[in-house]
């Protein structure tokens, strides 16, 4: 059974930093690409940011970009997202997913076969 467990998780003021961990079983993703989502109360899910297995990332945006990273540790296989300068905005509940598809879309939702069970981010001012 795979499985796609995540941590991390929290309440946290504004300006805070909180990481995200997500931890891979039952099958190896380390040649696959690997996203966090996000999705905030009567929203659709959003993507976040995205890895391949090389390294090199793509967010949803430039001003994501500035304070999340997104890294993996392949012998680990896990996937970690750094969030940093927090604001209330950025409260929601975070997924983590992996892709095994020959090719995908990193914002649709529908090209990831295994998703994390979720993780509430709460961001206070």
């Known amino acids: 059974q795979v499985e796609l467990v995540k941590s991390g998780g929290r309440l946290v003021l504004t300006g805070g930093s909180l990481r995200l961990d997500c931890v891979a079983s039952?099958?190896?993703?380390?040649?696959?690409?690997l996203a966090w989502f996000r999705q905030a109360p009567g929203k659709e899910r959003q993507f976040v940011a995205g890895?391949?297995?090389?390294?090199?990332?793509?967010y949803d945006s430039d001003s994501l970009k500035g304070r999340f990273t997104i890294t993996r540790d392949n012998a680990k296989n896990t996937v970690y997202l750094q969030m940093n300068n927090l604001t209330p905005e950025d409260t929601a509940v975070y997924y983590c997913?992996?892709?095994?598809?020959?090719?995908?879309?990193?914002?649709?939702?529908?090209?990831?076969?295994?998703w994390g069970q979720g993780t509430q981010v709460t961001v206070s001012s």
């Open positions: 997913a992996a892709t095994v598809g020959d090719s995908w879309n990193w914002w649709y939702v529908g090209d990831y076969q295994y």
């Open positions: 890895i391949i297995w090389s390294g090199i990332s793509t």
């Open positions: 039952g099958r190896s993703f380390n040649k696959y690409p």
